[in-house]
């Protein structure tokens, strides 16, 4: 009786530790901006590069977030376009493997009830967590088909103000540019809800901010309309608009202070892809809005792919890390901080960076592949306009283009503006990424570029373009 008793107590004991350490299961928040560029905060994302910040662009709650967490410097979105790069957040793999490459996609080839994303995997690590997101949803399948619990609808540009007539760079006044202050306040609803259930959460606030059309409130537009300019490119609507979205992280940063949340969630700042190079409404893709880094959305040079990241959380020291990260290592983060335990049931392209968090900002990412990739088979007239693929490796980023296999490759540590190619000074370098990146490309099945095709609107299977 007494063995048994004993028996008893224990098993008590540990099931009540399961539930105590379910219950302290950590919050995530990730708040997604939409076209914000590496160098379009006041964050100076990288120490050795004072121009990766904005002297014109005044964003102080970003900075109040990087105050309290990591910045990295060498953070990347997954494709230099926003359909592709939320794809691959969503279910932590490349948009090469996903064949989501472009906006305006036919997706009847994506498997959307795929158990594995963040919202699903979450639940299977603890059924207590509920999942929600707001704002610029732009993926083919309603949030819940992805396991998101709440959620404000099947959302894309359109439900932000945008219009593609030319009009979208006129400036623009709103009390609620963009949404910001209603999304943070539906976000600030949910935080509260589920403070007071006692349930913890995984959010994304999908920001339709800074995408065009260029809405800001007035006052915010006439401070920067008064404001000493330091380059071209400055312009006081899109720092309006800018500081605006900032006043919406603030809203959220200052709830989770007041909520006494910060303790125990994780909160992660990134973009979509890189600014447009075209803001003001003319061509700078020498030097763009994104300088010091070349180009911009559309293509994977690395002002399309660059952007702002920042991970603040317990335990996570304020400092710059200089290792490459990308949006499709949030999955693979993100289970590893809720249960280092857990592994996906399929193989996924992201790799986690919970190490890098917590070693001072050094480490390695271990991933299935060794390379960062990025694949934009298909012309665009308004950016490179030649069909290419990428690799970055360490410093070395390689660039192929599609329609006759030209090569370039750059050291980024010395190099970010990507202005000197180094290819046929390091033909040994160039030739294995090169052969790293078609073997990727080969091993997924891979869309391949076809000349005159632009990958919108058709059944990829009827084409039969793979690698």
């Given at each position: 009786m007494k063995n048994f008793l004993f028996f008893f107590i224990s098993l008590s004991f540990l099931f009540n530790s399961c539930i105590q350490n379910k219950t302290n299961s950590p919050n995530f928040i990730l708040i997604l901006s939409d076209d914000q560029g590496w160098s379009?905060?006041?964050?100076?994302?990288?120490?050795?590069?004072?121009?990766?910040?904005?002297?014109?662009?005044?964003?102080?709650?970003?900075?109040?977030?990087?105050?309290n967490g990591m910045r990295f410097s060498r953070g990347y979105s997954a494709a230099p376009v926003c359909t592709p790069s939320r794809y691959s957040i969503q279910f932590g793999k490349t948009p090469a493997r996903l064949n989501m490459i472009r906006v305006g996609m036919n997706?009847?080839?994506?498997?959307?009830?795929?158990?594995?994303?963040?919202?699903?995997?979450?639940?299977?690590?603890?059924?207590?967590?509920?999942?929600?997101?707001?704002g610029k949803w732009h993926i083919d399948v309603d949030p819940n088909i992805l396991g998101y619990d709440i959620h404000d609808g099947k959302n894309g540009n359109k439900e932000g103000k945008f219009v593609n007539d030319k009009s979208q760079w006129i400036n623009e006044f709103s009390e609620d540019p963009k949404?910001?202050?209603?999304?943070?306040?539906?976000?600030?609803?949910?935080?509260?809800k589920q403070n007071n259930s006692g349930n913890p959460f995984y959010l994304q606030i999908s920001h339709y901010a800074v995408h065009t059309n260029i809405v800001s409130k007035e006052e915010t537009y006439n401070?920067?309309?008064?404001?000493?300019?330091?380059?071209?490119?400055?312009?006081?609507?899109?720092?309006?608009?800018?500081?605006?979205?900032?006043?919406?992280?603030?809203?959220?940063?200052?709830?989770?202070?007041?909520?006494?949340?910060?303790?125990?969630t994780y909160i992660i700042y990134t973009s979509d892809n890189g600014s447009v190079p075209t803001i003001p409404a003319r061509r700078f893709y020498k030097n763009s809005i994104n300088y010091p880094l070349s180009r911009g959305k559309w293509d994977a040079m690395e002002?399309?792919?660059?952007?702002?990241?920042?991970?603040?959380?317990?335990?996570?020291?304020?400092?710059?890390?200089?290792?490459?990260?990308?949006?499709?290592?949030?999955?693979?983060?993100?289970?590893?901080?809720?249960?280092?335990?857990?592994?996906?049931?399929?193989?996924?392209?992201?790799?986690?960076?919970?190490?890098?968090?917590?070693?001072?900002?050094?480490?390695?990412?271990?991933?299935?592949?060794?390379?960062?990739?990025f694949h934009v088979p298909y012309e665009n007239k308004i950016a490179l306009n030649r069909a290419h693929s990428s690799i970055i490796q360490n410093n070395f980023k390689l660039i192929k283009y599609r329609d006759n296999n030209e090569i370039n490759l750059f050291d980024l540590d010395l190099d970010v503006s990507e202005e000197i190619d180094i290819s046929n000074l390091k033909p040994e370098i160039s030739s294995s990424l090169e052969i790293l990146l078609d073997n990727y490309l080969k091993e997924v099945k891979s869309i391949k570029w076809k000349e005159g095709l632009n990958w919108k609107n058709v059944d990829i299977n009827e084409i039969n373009s793979f690698y």
């Amino acid at each position: 009786m007494k063995n048994f008793l004993f028996f008893f107590i224990s098993l008590s004991f540990l099931f009540n530790s399961c539930i105590q350490n379910k219950t302290n299961s950590p919050n995530f928040i990730l708040i997604l901006s939409d076209d914000q560029g590496w160098s379009g905060t006041s964050v100076q994302m990288s120490n050795d590069i004072n121009s990766s910040k904005s002297n014109y662009f005044e964003t102080p709650n970003l900075k109040r977030l990087s105050s309290n967490g990591m910045r990295f410097s060498r953070g990347y979105s997954a494709a230099p376009v926003c359909t592709p790069s939320r794809y691959s957040i969503q279910f932590g793999k490349t948009p090469a493997r996903l064949n989501m490459i472009r906006v305006g996609m036919n997706t009847s080839h994506i498997d959307h009830k795929n158990p594995n994303t963040i919202p699903k995997i979450l639940k299977k690590i603890n059924p207590k967590y509920v999942t929600a997101h707001f704002g610029k949803w732009h993926i083919d399948v309603d949030p819940n088909i992805l396991g998101y619990d709440i959620h404000d609808g099947k959302n894309g540009n359109k439900e932000g103000k945008f219009v593609n007539d030319k009009s979208q760079w006129i400036n623009e006044f709103s009390e609620d540019p963009k949404n910001i202050y209603s999304l943070s306040n539906k976000a600030i609803d949910f935080i509260e809800k589920q403070n007071n259930s006692g349930n913890p959460f995984y959010l994304q606030i999908s920001h339709y901010a800074v995408h065009t059309n260029i809405v800001s409130k007035e006052e915010t537009y006439n401070k920067y309309q008064n404001k000493k300019k330091s380059l071209v490119t400055d312009n006081p609507g899109f720092a309006a608009m800018n500081e605006n979205l900032d006043e919406g992280v603030g809203m959220i940063l200052d709830k989770l202070q007041d909520l006494n949340l910060l303790e125990n969630t994780y909160i992660i700042y990134t973009s979509d892809n890189g600014s447009v190079p075209t803001i003001p409404a003319r061509r700078f893709y020498k030097n763009s809005i994104n300088y010091p880094l070349s180009r911009g959305k559309w293509d994977a040079m690395e002002g399309g792919i660059r952007v702002p990241f920042i991970v603040s959380g317990p335990g996570i020291e304020a400092l710059e890390s200089k290792v490459p990260v990308i949006g499709y290592d949030l999955l693979p983060t993100i289970i590893d901080l809720a249960d280092p335990k857990f592994i996906p049931s399929e193989n996924i392209d992201g790799g986690s960076f919970k190490n890098i968090l917590f070693s001072k900002g050094n480490g390695v990412v271990n991933r299935n592949y060794n390379g960062l990739i990025f694949h934009v088979p298909y012309e665009n007239k308004i950016a490179l306009n030649r069909a290419h693929s990428s690799i970055i490796q360490n410093n070395f980023k390689l660039i192929k283009y599609r329609d006759n296999n030209e090569i370039n490759l750059f050291d980024l540590d010395l190099d970010v503006s990507e202005e000197i190619d180094i290819s046929n000074l390091k033909p040994e370098i160039s030739s294995s990424l090169e052969i790293l990146l078609d073997n990727y490309l080969k091993e997924v099945k891979s869309i391949k570029w076809k000349e005159g095709l632009n990958w919108k609107n058709v059944d990829i299977n009827e084409i039969n373009s793979f690698y």
